[in-house]
């Protein structure tokens, strides 16, 4: 099933390439030099396919990084769960790239199938284990997942799953509260990511996290790293160099983006819940 969805982010088989197609007169249009997405989940409940299409449509850019998690192949090999609107999404990503915009798709450790398939091009999409994005005001930043920093997945995959269920617990809370919201006109607030600020350990997982991928990105030489994984947005400095994640799009629907002259900004994207509808609950970890 997990290759299924693999298929539909790439194309298929049959969109294989010897290398990217660009069309340049086309990305020189586009206001936004880079996008960073990560931890969309798509196969899950929880993914926020709607608001991650208004987002796609209203910042198209000149490179989209898709930094892991994109497909949640824990979810699907536990039940099938695609409808219309995640295949909407992947229709879009793979329309950008047909349309010019350089596409780069990091797996990352829900969708670890994927990187069988490193160094191919599927639709027009660059499937590639890390990537260096450089700025145009020439900062270098390392594109990575982030999942290899953290110990829970790397050593204890049992407590992984675990966590998998109590989280979705905490979501299927935080639908009901959300619901609530709604009702009185109120946006959308996470309590997962509300929890994960308020307990200790928690934060203390958060922090050692982000200290080891910008630690690692220093040793290699770059001047930041990009990164997913925790659901968690972040952009700050850490010892000299810059952090940034680019959250998730189950609970915070945040990107990170490059403008034109190389600025970097952390965008949180808000939607009418009376419009589209609460948060669904999902089961997905970090």
């Not at 797996?107 to 994005?133: K, S, Y």
């Not at 609530?180 to 996290?209: C, E, I, Q």
Request: hydrophobic share 40%; with cysteine; net charge positive.
């Amino acid at each position: 099933m997990t290759a299924m969805a693999f298929d539909a982010l790439g194309g298929g088989y049959a969109g294989m390439a010897a290398g990217s197609r660009f069309t340049t007169a086309t990305v020189r249009r586009a206001p936004y030099r880079a996008v960073f997405i990560s931890d969309l989940h798509l196969g899950t409940p929880g993914c926020q396919a709607e608001a991650l299409l208004e987002f796609l449509k209203e910042h198209p850019s000149e490179y989209l990084y898709l930094v892991g998690d994109i497909v949640d192949g824990w979810q699907l090999r536990r039940r099938w769960y695609w409808p219309q609107s995640h295949n909407d999404v992947v229709q879009k990503i793979m329309r950008k790239a047909r349309k010019g915009c350089r596409v780069v798709f990091i797996p990352g450790n829900h969708d670890q199938f994927a990187r069988e398939f490193v160094g191919l091009h599927f639709g027009g999409i660059e499937v590639q284990e890390e990537a260096v994005h450089v700025t145009a005001a020439g900062q270098r930043l390392w594109v990575v997942h982030g999942d290899r920093f953290d110990a829970v997945v790397q050593c204890a995959r049992w407590l992984a799953v675990l966590g998998d269920n109590l989280y979705g617990i905490t979501l299927q809370l935080n639908r009901q509260l959300n619901r609530l919201r709604g009702r009185f006109g109120r946006p959308y607030w996470s309590l997962s990511a509300y929890l994960k600020h308020k307990v200790k350990k928690a934060v203390n997982y958060v922090s050692d996290f982000e200290a080891a991928v910008a630690g690692e990105a220093r040793r290699r030489g770059h001047d930041g790293v990009v990164c997913g994984h925790i659901h968690r947005a972040e952009m700050r400095m850490i010892d000299g160099t810059l952090y940034c994640n680019d959250g998730d799009w189950v609970e915070s629907r945040s990107a990170l983006l490059e403008h034109p002259d190389g600025r970097l900004e952390l965008r949180h994207w808000q939607t009418n819940p009376m419009t589209h509808g609460e948060p669904a609950a999902a089961r997905v970890p970090a």
